[in-house]
C-alpha cells in the first residue's frame, strides 16, 4: 500500500506566483520523519526540509514554508514568489521509527513547472 | 567537500546480463542506501548498508545484491537482467541509520535494459 500520496501530477504556474504542493502520509508509528525533496532534471535529490512526528510547529525558510498536520497527516510545502529555477519534481518522503530505521519511503512526485 | 559519487553515469545492457553499479558516499558517512526510480515515479528502497551488512531491505528480488566495503562504499549488483530494470538507481548516504536522518543522494546510473 502507498504509505506516500502525492496527488498532484503536475503544477505550472508564473514565475512570482505561490506554488503549493500537497503531501498525505501513512503510517501507525508514533515517532517518524517527513522531508521534501527537489530532482531537478540532472537527476540528483536535493534535500529541502525535514519534520519530525513531534514537531507540528510550522515555519518558514527563506522563500520555503510547510504546514505540517497530523490530525489529517498532511505536509503540506509551499514555495513562494516562485523561479524557473524552481522547476523541478518535488518528492515527499517518510521516515518511520519502527523497523524501517533509515527506509525512505517516497511519493510519486509532483512536477513543478515555473514560466517566465 | 566531495558529496555522493557513483560510477558509471550511463549503463546498457542486454536481457539476461549482470550489472555492477558504484557508490562513494560522502565524506563522514558510514551508511548508504540504494533506489530504483522507474521512469515517471518516484524512488523506491531496495536496501540498506551499514557496517558492510545489509540492515534493511525493500521488495526486491534477490537477483538484486550488494556489499559495502570497509571505506563504507558499496555496490549493488543487479543479475539476470529484466527489460523491467531499466530505471536510474540513486545511492544515498547518511551518518548512522537513524530514522530522522537526512540522505544525501548521488546523481543516478541510468541503466537501461535491452
Known amino acids: 500500500a502507498q504509505k506516500v500520496t502525492q496527488a498532484q501530477t503536475e503544477i505550472s504556474v508564473v514565475e512570482k506566483e505561490d506554488v503549493t504542493l500537497d503531501c498525505v502520509y501513512e503510517t501507525r508509528d508514533t515517532t517518524y520523519y517527513l522531508f521534501w525533496y527537489k530532482q531537478p532534471p540532472s537527476g540528483e535529490l536535493v534535500f529541502l526540509i525535514r519534520r519530525n512526528s513531534f514537531d507540528e510547529q510550522n515555519e518558514i525558510s527563506g522563500r520555503y514554508s510547510w504546514n505540517f498536520q497530523k490530525s489529517t497527516s498532511s505536509f503540506n510545502f509551499t514555495i513562494t514568489a516562485s523561479q524557473v529555477v524552481d522547476s523541478a519534481v518535488y518528492f515527499c518522503?517518510?521516515?518511520?521509527?519502527?523497523?524501517?530505521?533509515?527506509?525512505?519511503?517516497f511519493g510519486a512526485g509532483t512536477q513543478v513547472v515555473v514560466t517566465p | 567537500d566531495a558529496g555522493v559519487t557513483q560510477s558509471p553515469t550511463h549503463l546498457i545492457k542486454t536481457r539476461g546480463q549482470q550489472v555492477t553499479l558504484r557508490c562513494s558516499p560522502k565524506?563522514?558517512?558510514?551508511?548508504v542506501s540504494w533506489y530504483q526510480q522507474a521512469l515517471g515515479q518516484g524512488p523506491q528502497f531496495i536496501f540498506q548498508?551499514?557496517?558492510?551488512?545489509?540492515?534493511q531491505r525493500g521488495n526486491f528480488p534477490d537477483r538484486f545484491s550488494g556489499h559495502q566495503f570497509p571505506n563504507y562504499s558499496s555496490e549493488l549488483n543487479v543479475n539476470a537482467l529484466l527489460l523491467g530494470d531499466s530505471a536510474l538507481y540513486l545511492c544515498?548516504?547518511?551518518?548512522?541509520?537513524?530514522?530522522?536522518?537526512?540522505?544525501?543522494f548521488g546523481p543516478g546510473t541510468r541503466l537501461t535494459v535491452l
Open positions: 544515498a548516504s547518511s551518518r548512522g541509520t537513524g530514522v530522522g536522518n537526512e540522505q544525501f
Open positions: 565524506s563522514g558517512h558510514d551508511t
Open positions: 518522503a517518510l521516515s518511520e521509527g519502527t523497523d524501517s530505521w533509515g527506509k525512505f519511503q
Open positions: 548498508y551499514y557496517e558492510e551488512e545489509e540492515r
